[in-house]
T-cell receptor, first 111, second 110 residues
Framework: TQLLEQSPQFLSIQEGENLTVYCNSS?????LQWYRQEPGEGPVLLVT?????EVKKLKRLTFQFGDARKDSSLHITAAQPGDTDLYLC???????????FGTGTRLKVLA | DAGITQSPRYKITETGRQVTLMCHQT?????MFWYRQDLGHGLRLIYY???????DKGEVPDGYVVSRSKTENFPLTLESATRSQTSVYFC?????????FGPGTRLTVT
């Protein structure tokens, strides 16, 4: 069974601080996605990374896919209260469109 | 409007009853997925479909049945609901390593 370990599970920081969320596995993924989920809503896709070593930026968010395509990170610069939410990573099992999700990081940014 | 919809949004049913959750997308995405989200387990894949009439099991398929006769619809049926199937169910559609989620159905089995 493939697993995707996400850390930390909970993160409470002050506005303006930087943070990094990690997503790790012993398995290789064809791609890795990051989602954001508001309470009571479905996850919303932030980014998909496909190539090993790939880095993508979305405003204050930077996403990186590990060289071996087994891990990924999400870095938020100068966090804002509006960033408060559940962040999820999901990997596509190699050669398929079958996805494994991490258990999520619940981020709270205090004003 | 284009998008993905789920119905009902909330459902309470009794143990042993059959219940069907509906999912409809207007993007003509080839792939569709059903997940359940539970505290401590995150999102787990129940079934997915690569195209009409092509379905495959995910991580937790037991007790569920799916069908996909049309590209835009992907219903999920609980044949005989159990309390352990109390959860929030999300449908998603997508292509090329992108998934777009519906708003979810909160199902309670009493």
């Amino acid at each position: 069974t493939q697993l995707l370990e996400q850390s930390p599970q909970f993160l409470s920081i002050q506005e303006g601080e930087n943070l990094t969320v990690y997503c790790n596995s012993s398995s290789v993924f064809s791609s890795l996605q990051w989602y954001r989920q508001e309470p009571g809503e479905g996850p919303v896709l932030l980014v998909t990374v496909v190539t090993g070593g790939e880095v993508k930026k979305l405003k204050r968010l930077t996403f990186q896919f590990g060289d071996a395509r087994k891990d990924s990170s999400l870095h938020i610069t100068a966090a804002q209260p509006g960033d408060t939410d559940l962040y999820l990573c999901a990997g596509a099992v190699s050669g398929t469109y079958k996805y494994i999700f991490g258990t999520g990081t619940r981020l709270k940014v205090l004003a | 409007d284009a998008g993905i919809t789920q119905s009902p949004r909330y459902k309470i049913t009794e143990t042993g009853r059959q219940v069907t959750l509906m999912c409809h997308q207007t993007w003509s995405h080839s792939y569709m997925f059903w997940y359940r989200q539970d505290l401590g387990h995150g999102l787990r894949l129940i079934y997915y479909s690569a195209a009409a009439d092509i379905t495959d099991k995910g991580e937790v398929p037991d007790g569920y049945v799916v069908s996909r006769s049309k590209t835009e619809n992907f219903p999920l049926t609980l044949e005989s609901a159990t309390r352990s199937q109390t959860s929030v169910y999300f449908c998603a559609s997508g292509y090329s390593y992108e998934q777009y989620f519906g708003p979810g159905t909160r199902l309670t089995v009493t």
